[in-house]
């Protein structure tokens, strides 16, 4: 390496986030990643051989080659795909209900007190409730069809982005709220260049939990009465010992789960960057 | 220009249902001169702050008046910038953004104003640090942004307060030298409220001391250093003299000598 590259190294700023990246932090991360990978290798060898030694019957524990059939056979793959679609849309439409709600009443309810102190008996014996309970009420009041399941959703998404709304602005850094006030802000300025971003990170761990949320909310909806979704069919192929296809939709679930996961975690990482 | 500061007879008196009510400032009075610049200092509770907050229009008064520039303070007013005990940046903002943030409030963003805060970021030793955040920078180097964001807004007054308080004392006096050249610059009337007396003594015109709750104005100093202060201020021995006397108010068993020592210097 010349002299010239040298002094280049250090000229362009490109770390924006904290210059914490120092070699040996890559170095542990993939170290990290090594063990991940292995540990992935282990479990995939395990599920396959395990079954196997210990000869389990396929319908008490089938062994991953099962599975992975499953997941490739054209048939289950196109009823796995329609029942997936299904239990995806009430989660999604229930999630996005659940948050606008949540965070909506969350910013009404921390900056009116009296709203507050009139509701939060109500908020804490519903959060200490199982809300999925709800759910064969609302099979009685709405029926077979979307509305109970994206209810159930709603109800397990609304309470976490409420309570996590409400504390991230009531824990607003007091300093910061008079020095809003000393620059004689508005309400409006205040609400929007100071409570939703001091409340994003609080928002977004909310979040994290009722992405999580939106799927048992759906699947349970349908475990208690429907005639479509994935709760559906892991029914029907519990009933007909079709144990692999079981663990094929746990497969399908564990996918989405991670994958909204990861969408929420990147979200946060670019709204929250400075955290 | 800059604004004089008059507090007459300033009480106020902090109620809550179920408590009692504590007397934070009791008749209090206190002139401040236009361009002038007064140090407080006073123990822990002694109500500093809050007469700093009234007289930033941050807490009410529950008896008597506070002027600023022959007007009544009846809120925040735009023409008074505050300095807090900690930097108080917000992370999601860079520094410049952090630094123009008072303009984008009041909707006065102008290119003079974006000048003003890019020569004030050079004067402090940050212009490189315009667009980090403030994570990135030290606890000295935010609170040299946060003097930008207060001086950029071009003040009539400045309240201060504890600016320097979480810093290290080597940062903490270099910052006050700092100050004191931005104030003979701008000469700005400016408040400054500290638990050091070193440091008040070494940036006011004047030093006034407070005592215990309720609040009360119990010694008012002139310093008898040039507007212009730096190292050898605090070496003239007038210097350690004033410290003195004014600790005398705080270490009870050193009232007598402190008293003494002083008669020195007002001779």
Known sequence: MSATEKIEVRAPQVDRAPAQRGPSKVGAGLRGRGLAVGAVMVFIVAWEMVPRLLDVQSFIFPRLSEVIAKLTDATTVTLLYQHAQVTLYEALVGLVIGIVAGVGLGFALAEWEPARAAVYPFIVAFQSMPKVALAPLFIIWFGFGYTPKVLVVVMLVFFPMLVNTMNGILSTDKSRLDLFRSMSASKWQIWSRLLLPSALPSIFAGLEVSVVNSFIGAITGEFVGADAGLGVLLQQFKNNYDTAGVFAILVILAFIGVALNQIVRIARRRLVFWQ | ???????????????????????????????????????????????????????????????????????????????????????????????????????????????????????????????????????????????????????????????????????????????????NAIWNRAKVTTLLITHSIPEAVLLGQRVVVMSSRPGRIVDDIEIPFGPMRDAETMGDPRFSQIVAHVRGYFVKSQNVSAERSLAHVRD
């Open chain 2, 1 to 179: 220009m800059t604004e004089r500061i008059e507090v007459r007879d300033a009480e106020v008196v902090f109620s809550r249902r179920g408590v009692p009510p504590t007397t934070a400032l009791s008749g209090l009075s206190l002139d401040v001169e236009a361009g002038g610049f007064v140090s407080v200092v006073g123990p822990s509770g002694c109500g500093k702050t809050t007469l700093l907050r009234a007289i930033g229009g941050l807490q009410g008064l529950t008896g008597g008046e506070i002027r600023v520039g022959g007007d009544t303070v009846a809120g925040p007013r735009r023409t008074t910038a505050f300095m807090f005990q900690q930097p108080t940046l917000l992370p999601w903002m860079n520094i410049a953004d952090n630094c123009l943030a008072p303009a984008r409030i009041h909707r006065t963003l102008t290119p003079e104003y974006r000048s003003r805060v890019t020569s004030l970021l050079e004067r402090v030793g940050l212009a490189d640090f315009h667009d980090k955040y403030p994570n990135e920078l030290s606890g000295g180097m935010q609170q040299r942004a946060a003097i930008v964001r207060a001086l950029g807004q071009d003040p009539e007054l400045l309240l201060l307060d504890e600016p320097f308080g979480a810093l290290d004392a080597m940062t903490r006096e270099q910052m006050n030298f700092d100050l």
